[in-house]
T-cell receptor, first 114, second 116 residues
Framework: AQSVTQLDSQVPVFEEAPVELRCNYS??????LFWYVQYPNQGLQLLLK??????LVKGINGFEAEFNKSQTSFHLRKPSVHISDTAEYFC????????????FGRGTSLIVHP | GAVVSQHPSRVICKSGTSVKIECRSL??????MFWYRQFPKKSLMLMAT?????????EQGVEKDKFLINHASLTLSTLTVTSAHPEDSSFYIC????????????FGPGTRLTVL
């Protein structure tokens, strides 16, 4: 079985400050990892994904994430946030083999203050 | 590329009526489509997975007779909420993948259903 834990339900931060949104997963097999962003009353948009290769993954809007197998983590980071980054962020894991149905975390609400 | 649309974006209906929500992949063929339900401040709850031409696979606790899913073509899936009740009010989101394997899901913009 696979699971995802997003440790912070809400992360407040000031504009231009750095931010890290945490994501830990559990799975008994190899995984694929995703971060999605959801703006109010909209669907989810893919920020970045890790399938294989380099453990540091760069995505859209200046976000990046690092896959750490030993710590089973895939934390999302941005060096300087903008007001427009205020949104809900979801981490998702998909295990290789099996049904290929992803599991989503409960989401982290990023709130950027001026 | 990889755009998914949903229609309608918002619907209000009376209790007891049925509502159909369409999910379309506009610029790619979607072998697999997923339907999610999202409650306020909550994560996504997967309702069912459908492969083109096959019956949908429902998650535990989801009533297949109430939430009818049809994936008639590689670009269209529909979710029909039959005999809707106020507790069915929610945000419904579909997503689509090109393959049935380990692939990226592309999400639609969601449909806000309000049952009076």
């Amino acid at each position: 079985a696979q699971s995802v834990t997003q440790l912070d339900s809400q992360v407040p931060v000031f504009e231009e400050a750095p931010v890290e949104l945490r994501c830990n997963y559990s799975s008994s097999v190899s995984v694929y990892l995703f971060w999605y962003v959801q703006y109010p009353n909209q669907g989810l948009q893919l920020l970045l994904k890790y399938l294989s290769g380099s453990t540091l993954v760069k995505g859209i809007n200046g976000f990046e994430a690092e896959f750490n197998k030993s710590q089973t983590s895939f934390h999302l980071r941005k060096p300087s946030v903008h007001i427009s980054d205020t949104a809900e962020y979801f981490c998702a894991v998909l295990s290789s083999g099996g049904s290929y149905i992803p599991t989503f975390g409960r989401g982290t609400s990023l709130i950027v203050h001026p | 590329g990889a755009v998914v649309s949903q229609h309608p974006s918002r619907v209000i209906c009376k209790s007891g009526t049925s509502v159909k929500i369409e999910c379309r992949s506009l610029d790619f063929q979607a072998t697999t489509m997923f339907w999610y339900r999202q409650f306020p401040k909550k994560s996504l709850m997967l309702m069912a997975t459908s492969n083109e031409g096959s019956k949908a696979t429902y998650e535990q606790g989801v009533e297949k007779d109430k939430f009818l899913i049809n994936h008639a073509s590689l670009t269209l899936s529909t979710l029909t909420v039959t005999s809707a009740h106020p507790e069915d009010s929610s945000f419904y989101i579909c997503s689509a993948s090109r393959t049935s394997g380990a692939d990226t899901q592309y999400f639609g913009p969601g449909t806000r259903l309000t049952v009076l």
